[in-house]
């Protein structure tokens, strides 16, 4: 390799491959259910996937309150108890509409749901769910937030 094209690849290349991925903050909303602890899932806008409701940080809130307004905003949680640190961290695969993804960092949030309203910001755009920590470890795509389901799933509350 000549040393311009060495010197544009350890500059350029190396730095930009290197950047943090961006950041996006996550509400994992369970309640005691039944039989067994439930978990809220809810589809995403484009795709219909199962998803947690999550979004990107909201300037003037800290991250486990900006996780708790997209769990109103997407998917009706009224009131709640979010956990001040995160239970843990996925990355996933943003999807845009040309079809290119890039990698989001996720952080998550526990909400131990207190209340839920019938109507909410985004209730026309998203079906939610409320289901065992099974069902929603098979419904998620992400391997990473799968292991968080399942791990949190064991903490005792």
């Not at 695969?93 to 207190?114: D, N």
């Amino acid at each position: 390799m000549n040393a311009t094209i060495q010197k544009a690849w350890d500059e350029l290349f190396v730095p930009f491959l290197q950047r943090p991925k961006p950041l996006q903050v996550a509400a994992l909303c369970h309640r005691k259910g039944p039989e067994e602890r439930e978990y809220l899932l809810i589809t995403s806008k484009d795709t219909k996937r199962w998803i947690i409701p999550k979004g990107w940080p909201i300037r003037g809130l800290k991250s486990n309150e900006a996780a708790l307004q997209e769990a109103w905003e997407e998917a009706g949680v009224r009131r709640g108890r979010v956990s001040a640190d995160p239970v843990g961290t996925y990355i996933y695969q943003k999807r845009q509409p040309s079809g290119w993804a890039f990698p989001i960092q996720t952080l998550v949030y526990s909400v131990a749901v207190e209340d839920v309203a019938d109507t909410f910001p985004e209730d026309a755009e998203r079906t939610r769910n409320w289901v065992t920590a099974g069902a929603a470890a098979d419904m998620v795509e992400e391997k990473e937030l799968k292991c968080i389901i399942a791990d949190w799933d064991n903490f005792p509350g």
